[in-house]
């Protein structure tokens, strides 16, 4: 009998034995190659709102480490970027520690100017090691490099943020991903960190979708299925 490389990739046994190797090493190529934050806004903070200067920044924005996308809004007088970085997380439960973990963060933020200053709208996403393993062990992706998927991963849940498309379900919300399946998770708040030197007049925090798990059409309940195929003909009677 002969394996080919699709039918090797797809193992279900050699899924499960790399998923936490490959989890482990996607988070320590995400740490060498972390965004500078601080220096990534003050740079963002020169943007001049003309065609020329948008295009100038957006070029000097891709060029910085850890940044994983850069657009430009459809008025031509704003742009967003998205850069991921390594923070340690704790969990909280009706106001006490749960626990801590590494958390991979991708932090959008759209800047423009407005009165005469710079101002950022910021959001993140953040994926748990647990989460970047189900992610290898329950899709088909190519058992190689992690960090580029879960970068496309990760504007795939922005997406779905932006458009409103995330399906809600008793207490639980999910998010279609890129590769067949759904982001399980929940909305959290960051703190902004002093050292990027950011100022708010409202309350210093940042919503964040902390993703909790990785669900395939295999292990996701009826009713989050038909809703994530959101085919009309399919339906519970």
């Known amino acids: 009998m002969q394996m080919t490389h699709v039918d090797f990739s ?18 320590s190529e995400a740490d060498r190659d972390s965004a500078d934050l601080p220096a990534l806004f003050a740079l963002a903070a020169g943007l001049r709102p003309n065609p020329k200067g948008l295009d100038r920044m957006a070029a000097r924005l891709r060029a910085q480490r850890g940044v994983t996308r850069v657009a430009q809004a ?64 329950r899709s088909d992706l190519p058992l190689k490099a992690l960090l580029p998927a879960v970068d496309a991963e990760a504007q795939a849940i922005f997406r779905s943020w ?47 979708f902390s993703v909790r798990t990785f669900l395939s059409p295999a292990e996701m309940r009826p009713t989050v299925y038909l809703r994530w195929k959101n085919d009309p003909t399919c339906r519970i009677l």
């Open 162 to 208: 932006d458009r409103g498309a995330r399906i809600v379900e008793d207490g639980d919300e999910f998010h279609p991903a890129s590769t067949p399946g759904v982001w399980a998770g929940g909305h959290d708040a960051m703190c902004l960190d002093p050292d990027w030197g950011l100022s708010t007049a409202a309350a210093p925090s940042i919503p964040v």
């Open 74 to 137: 459809a008025c031509r007088k704003a742009l967003s970027f998205t850069a991921r970085a390594l923070r340690r997380v704790e969990a909280r439960a009706q106001g006490e520690t749960a626990f801590h973990e590494t958390g991979l963060i991708y932090l959008r933020a759209r800047t423009e100017r407005s009165g005469g200053q710079s101002c950022f709208r910021i959001s993140a996403v953040s994926f748990c090691g647990h989460a970047l393993e189900r992610l290898v062990e």
């Open 10 to 27: 797809r193992s279900t046994a050699l899924r499960t034995s790399l998923k936490r190797g490959l989890a482990r090493q996607a988070l």
